[in-house]
């Protein structure tokens, strides 16, 4: 079979679904073709809906139609697996509409490969050889084609706009500072894209962390929603085990009831058994005495009577009639009464125990935080009143301003001894303990020359207070996070690890605590506020304001 000449479009040969070459080729009744596999991957997921469909015309099929094999289509995509398709037509390299066409070509014009920003013309690529080959056009900038090359072109002087006006914010040629931009503030276009160009960075790296904040927002809330769900469960299960035990307990006080009142109905049934016995023998003994009288009673002799009469055996004394309480048949009815009182208070104990975990329910401390204060007029509310503790200080540092400022001193300050004191590291801990919400900010202050700086920190009140090791050290351990403010930076040290942090330089900063969400945040303060770094954490003590001040540095808790 003769293949030369024969010049044949890819798609022709390519599934719908998979768009690579047919494999095992199958047509349907509507005479589209597709890949077996394809096919049947297609119908399997139409197989809930029991109604088939063709995924190039979207013709219907109710029952599942059988797959043939296209056997001469197969044939031809085997024949092309081994050959390969011809190259498409020349026609496919003329430019068409939506193409950028060469400007050097004469009739029907090519596609342009390139386009010129200093000839301002594009070419295909024969014409641009001489763009390749030609050693001053080598310097021109080639870029990707485009119809906008006019626009690169200073309509006043034809000119390639090659700079950038700062002052009207566009684009000029070399001739425009001459003219119509004398005076401004022009450099060129290249450095204008790499100031832009540092701008786009900064811009990203906002961005960047923005997107990291979010991710770190998401996790924490996923984690919370598992809590929940968790929490949920084993309140829904310990809730479960003890009503269950309240029910057993009630089932075996029932018990308890059906047993002693059977019980003393048994004693009782048996005593008055016992008397009903003995009133019946002694009214059989009575009657027969009564019967023996009367028949005495019939004795016509009157010696004989009388001997009668006096040999009768006294009678034996018996109860008194009177002497048994007749009483209304209310036997077991205090059992009823008391068994009600206990229903009537444990309905009462329910109904309040209902309302107080209804209460409970309602008011479970979910996560779910308030959104992070944006102003510093937002950050304002959280402010609370702290103070220097004289007792931490350590004996190098210098409490001021009613023990709101620490600076730092060449000579000892006659501070007595105190367990609570910092002996080796020159730092300060807060009266205060902190929780919850809070906002505060430090104004910091050094020497004009050489190195000096100040860290600000939180820390668990239990952190050594001896040592110059990571125990007592403002963030070189796991009870302590600080920010170390210098001239050379900004620096954020926990447990050892310390992590460089970019920001502008600020001798004000702030910090935000939110103790529950587990979240520190440190800002830059000056005229605006800056976030420069955030750390997410999980809090297990109250805090501690923490300020580390270097020689010649000073600290001040700024009154808000």
Not at 368 to 393: G, K
Request: with cysteine.
């Amino acid at each position: 079979m003769a293949q030369s000449g024969v010049q044949l479009d890819p798609q022709t040969f390519s599934c719908s679904l998979c768009l690579d070459l047919l494999k095992d080729p199958v047509t349907t009744s509507c005479g589209h073709t597709n890949c077996r596999k394809c096919l049947q991957d297609h119908w399997d997921a139409e197989e809930v809906r029991r109604v088939y469909s063709c995924p190039q015309c979207s013709r219907t099929f109710t029952a599942r139609p059988v797959l043939e094999k296209n056997t001469l289509l197969a044939a031809l995509v085997e024949t092309l697996e081994k050959t390969g398709l011809q190259d498409a037509p020349a026609d496919h390299c003329y430019a068409g509409a939506g193409d950028v066409a060469c400007d050097v070509c004469t009739g029907r014009k090519l596609k342009a490969l390139k386009s010129c920003l200093v000839c301002g013309a594009s070419y295909c690529d024969s014409h641009l050889q001489p763009h390749r080959d030609a050693a001053p056009l080598q310097r021109h900038k080639l870029v990707e084609p485009s119809q906008q090359l006019q626009e690169n072109i200073c309509p006043r002087h034809d000119e390639v706009m090659k700079m950038f006006c700062r002052t009207d914010q566009q684009d000029i040629c070399y001739l425009c500072p001459v003219e119509e931009h004398q005076g401004h503030d022009t450099v060129s276009t290249a450095a204008e894209r790499t100031e832009r160009q540092r701008e786009l960075e900064e811009t990203r790296q906002k961005i960047q962390q923005k997107i990291q904040h979010t991710e770190e927002d998401l996790k924490v809330l996923h984690k919370e929603l598992k809590s929940i769900d968790g929490s949920a469960d084993e309140a829904v299960k310990n809730s479960e085990d003890i009503l269950s035990q309240m029910i057993r307990l009630l089932e075996k006080r029932r018990s308890e009831v059906q047993r002693q009142v059977r019980s003393i109905q048994g004693a009782a049934v048996s005593a008055v058994k016992e008397l009903q016995k003995k009133l019946e023998q002694e009214m059989t003994e009575l009657k027969r005495r009564d019967a023996e009288l009367e028949k005495i009673s019939h004795t016509l002799d009157h010696s004989q009577f009388l001997h009668s009469f006096s040999s009768l055996p006294a009678l034996s004394p018996s109860p008194d009639s009177s002497s048994l309480e007749i009483r209304p048949p209310r036997y077991f009815e205090d059992v009823a009464a008391a068994v009600t009182k206990l229903r009537d208070e444990l309905q009462q104990v329910l109904m309040e125990t209902q309302t107080n975990i209804s209460w409970t329910v309602s008011n479970v401390d979910v996560l779910l935080p308030e959104a992070e204060p944006r102003s510093r007029e937002d950050f304002l509310r959280y402010s609370p009143q702290i103070t220097l503790n004289p007792n931490s200080v350590n004996k190098h540092l210098l409490l001021s301003e009613e023990d709101r400022k620490v600076t730092h001193m060449e000579e000892d300050q006659p501070y007595g001894d105190h367990p609570d004191r910092f002996t080796d590291c020159y730092q300060v801990l807060s009266r205060e303990g902190l929780t919850g919400r809070c906002y505060w900010e430090v104004q910091w202050r050094g020497r004009e020359l050489g190195w000096w700086g100040v860290r600000l920190a939180v820390a668990y009140r239990n952190i050594s207070r001896t040592g110059e090791s990571g125990e007592s050290e403002l963030g070189f351990n796991d009870k302590s996070w600080c920010l170390e403010c210098s001239s050379f930076g900004f620096l954020f040290y926990h447990n050892r690890i310390w992590t460089r942090v970019p920001g502008p330089e600020s001798s004000r900063v702030g910090v935000f605590l939110d103790h529950r969400a587990g979240l520190l945040s440190f800002y830059s303060v000056s005229g605006s506020m800056e976030l420069l770094h955030r750390v997410r954490t999980s809090f297990t003590q109250p805090l501690h304001v923490g300020l580390w001040v270097y020689k010649g540095s000073s600290a001040e808790l700024m009154p808000l």
